[in-house]
């Protein structure tokens, strides 16, 4: 999955709320994004920005950046190992939004993230970015495990060695 928590000068996130009758994460709040089409596989980037155009009518052109800045590692059943590349960027205020059939767009405040109805994975990466990746550039790799029966995530920082 390529996902997006897009900000806005207001200290605020756009999050899509799913349809209630969506077969994946039904009433829960999300970053905008989704799949990967099989040739993006190598391109992370390009299908976030896919997906954000889909469902938000958003264009690269309208946004300061868009930036890798976490991938999040879980698995499913045991079985399947699922990778989230995460972007961060800042849309410009004069974007007109466009909904999707996916649900309905809304601007949260980030410091609220935690109060609403999101995944354990969002509550997360929020609550790091706000207090630790907002500070600095670097990319993090997290890995979802249970604390105390709780869901938690440990957080290491990507880097190239090899060139070092």
């Given at each position: 999955?390529?996902?997006?928590?897009?900000?806005?000068?207001k200290?605020?996130v756009?999050?899509?709320?799913?349809?209630?009758?969506?077969?994946?994460?039904?009433?829960?709040?999300?970053?905008?994004?989704?799949?990967m089409?099989?040739?993006?596989?190598?391109?992370?980037?390009?299908?976030c920005?896919?997906?954000?155009e889909e469902?938000?009518?958003?264009?690269e052109?309208?946004?300061d950046s868009?930036?890798?800045?976490y991938i999040i590692?879980?698995?499913?059943?045991d079985?399947?190992?699922r990778i989230?590349?995460?972007?961060?960027?800042n849309?410009r205020?004069?974007?007109?939004?466009?909904?999707?059939?996916?649900?309905?767009l809304?601007?949260?405040?980030?410091?609220t993230?935690?109060?609403r109805?999101?995944?354990?994975?969002?509550q997360e990466?929020?609550r790091?970015y706000?207090?630790t990746?907002?500070?600095?550039?670097?990319v993090?790799?997290?890995?979802m495990?249970?604390?105390h029966g709780?869901?938690?995530?440990?957080?290491n920082v990507?880097?190239?060695?090899?060139?070092?």
């Amino acid at each position: 999955m390529a996902v997006a928590f897009l900000f806005n000068d207001k200290q605020e996130v756009l999050l899509l709320q799913k349809r209630s009758g969506s077969s994946f994460l039904p009433g829960y709040l999300v970053p905008v994004g989704g799949h990967m089409d099989a040739h993006e596989i190598n391109d992370p980037r390009q299908a976030c920005l896919r997906e954000i155009e889909e469902e938000t009518g958003l264009t690269e052109q309208v946004m300061d950046s868009l930036d890798l800045r976490y991938i999040i590692h879980r698995i499913k059943d045991d079985k399947e190992i699922r990778i989230q590349y995460i972007y961060t960027g800042n849309v410009r205020a004069d974007s007109n939004l466009i909904e999707s059939e996916e649900g309905r767009l809304l601007w949260v405040n980030r410091s609220t993230i935690a109060d609403r109805h999101v995944t354990a994975s969002t509550q997360e990466v929020m609550r790091h970015y706000l207090e630790t990746g907002i500070h600095n550039n670097h990319v993090y790799v997290g890995s979802m495990h249970s604390f105390h029966g709780e869901p938690a995530m440990g957080w290491n920082v990507l880097e190239d060695w090899e060139g070092k």
